[in-house]
C-alpha cells in the first residue's frame, strides 16, 4: 500500500509551483478539490485523510465523489470536470512514482467530463462600462485610484489576478504607453493602452505617495490591492453607477465582466478571433470562440453575405366554408 500524503505533498509543494511553473492561486484551487475529495474518501472509508492510500482511489470511489458534489454540495457541472481534471492531472504525477497502480489509474482517467449546456457569457455594453468609470469621486485619493484600476482592467482585457499583480515598473507611460502583465502559466504579455487610460494611471501615480509595495494598486494601508478588494470596489461603483444606468439596477456584475467587455469590443473593431486572443492571453483559440457566440455582427454579415433563394409566390386561397362565415359575420 503507498501512502497518499507524501505524494499529494509533493504534488502541491514541489512539482506544481516549481517544474510546472503554476501560480499560487492555481495551486490553491488544486489543494481545495483535493481537501474535498480526501474528506469525502476519508467519511466513506471510516478513516483519518492522513491514512489515506492511492489504492484507495479507484474509479468507483472518485465517482462517487463527483456524485457528492453534484447533489450534496450542488455544485454545478463546470465544478464537477474542475475537481475531475484536478484528479487527472494528479494521478499523470502518481503514474510515474507508482507504477503498480497504471491500471487503476487508467480507470480514472476513462471517466469522462460531462457535456452541460454552454450559457452565454455576460458582459456589459459601452454605455455601462462608461457609467461604473464615471462612478467614481475624483476629488478623493481613492476615487482616483478606482478608476485608474476599473479603467485598466477593462481596457487591457486584465484576469483580476493580473489586474492586482501589476508592478508600478511594469508600467510605461513615456513614448507607446503600454503595461506589462503577468498572465496564466506565467506567460507575459506587453498590451498598448488608450491615451484615456494612460490619463487615468497618471493621475493615480502622482497621488499613490511613496508606498513599500511595488504593485501598482494598494488599500488604504498601503498594502497591495487584493482580489476581494477590487471586487468590494467594482461592486460598490456600480452599485452607484446604477442611479443614472437604468440597466445596471439589480444587476451583480463581476470583475472578469470587464474582461469581457473588452473582448467583445476587440473582437467588433478587429473581426479577428486571434488577435482577441493573443490579447486576453489564452493559450488556446478555442477558448476565444466563445465570444463569437456573444457578439451578433458576425453573424448578421454571414447572412447578408448569401443571396436567399427566390421562391415562388402565390395567395393564400380560403376554403369557401371558411369565406361564408365570413361574409356571414360581417352582414351580422
Known amino acids: 500500500m503507498t501512502q497518499l500524503a507524501p505524494l499529494i505533498t509533493s504534488f502541491l509543494r ?4 516549481h517544474q510546472r511553473g503554476y501560480s499560487p492561486r492555481s495551486c490553491e484551487t488544486y489543494a481545495f478539490s483535493f481537501k474535498l475529495l480526501f474528506e469525502f474518501a476519508a467519511r466513506r472509508l471510516v478513516t483519518r485523510p492522513s491514512l489515506l492510500t492511492i489504492e484507495d482511489l479507484d474509479a468507483t470511489l472518485v465517482l462517487a465523489f463527483l456524485r457528492h458534489i453534484e447533489t450534496e454540495r450542488g455544485n454545478g457541472i463546470t465544478t464537477r ?3 475531475l481534471a484536478a484528479i487527472k492531472t494528479f494521478m499523470r504525477y502518481v503514474e510515474y512514482r507508482v507504477p503498480s497502480a497504471l491500471e487503476q489509474i487508467a480507470r480514472i482517467h476513462a471517466i469522462p467530463a460531462k457535456r452541460h449546456d454552454q450559457k452565454l457569457i455576460q458582459h456589459l455594453t459601452i454605455e455601462e462600462v462608461r457609467a461604473i468609470l464615471n462612478a467614481p469621486d475624483l476629488a478623493t485619493r481613492s476615487g482616483v485610484r478606482d478608476r485608474a484600476m476599473m479603467h485598466l482592467c477593462f481596457a487591457a482585457g486584465l484576469r483580476v489576478s ?8 511594469n508600467l510605461s507611460l513615456q513614448n507607446g504607453v503600454s503595461v506589462m502583465v503577468q498572465g496564466k502559466g506565467r506567460k507575459e504579455r506587453c498590451l498598448p493602452l488608450w491615451k484615456e487610460t494612460a490619463r487615468d494611471l497618471r493621475a493615480w501615480l502622482s497621488v499613490r505617495g511613496t508606498v513599500r509595495v511595488p504593485e501598482l494598486f494598494v488599500n488604504a494601508q498601503g498594502e497591495p490591492m487584493s482580489r476581494a478588494g477590487f471586487e468590494y470596489v467594482l461592486d460598490k461603483h456600480v452599485r452607484k453607477a446604477a ?6 439596477r439589480s444587476r451583480n456584475v463581476s470583475p472578469h465582466q470587464l474582461r469581457h467587455s473588452c473582448a467583445v469590443v476587440m473582437l467588433q473593431a478587429t473581426h479577428d478571433v486571434r488577435k482577441v ?12 470562440e466563445v465570444y463569437l ?4 455582427t458576425e453573424k448578421l454579415e454571414a447572412v447578408e453575405a448569401v443571396v436567399p433563394p427566390e421562391l415562388r409566390r ?8 371558411l369565406i361564408a362565415s365570413l361574409l356571414s359575420d360581417k352582414q351580422g
Open 162 to 169: 493580473e489586474l492586482v499583480g501589476v508592478l508600478t515598473e
Open 14 to 17: 514541489e512539482h506544481m509551483p
Open 243 to 248: 442611479e443614472t444606468c437604468a440597466t445596471l
Open 81 to 83: 470536470n474542475v475537481r
Open 314 to 321: 402565390g395567395r393564400f386561397k380560403a376554403p369557401d366554408a
Open 277 to 288: 486572443a493573443l490579447w486576453l492571453g489564452h493559450a488556446d483559440i478555442r477558448t476565444t
Open 293 to 296: 457566440r456573444m457578439d451578433p
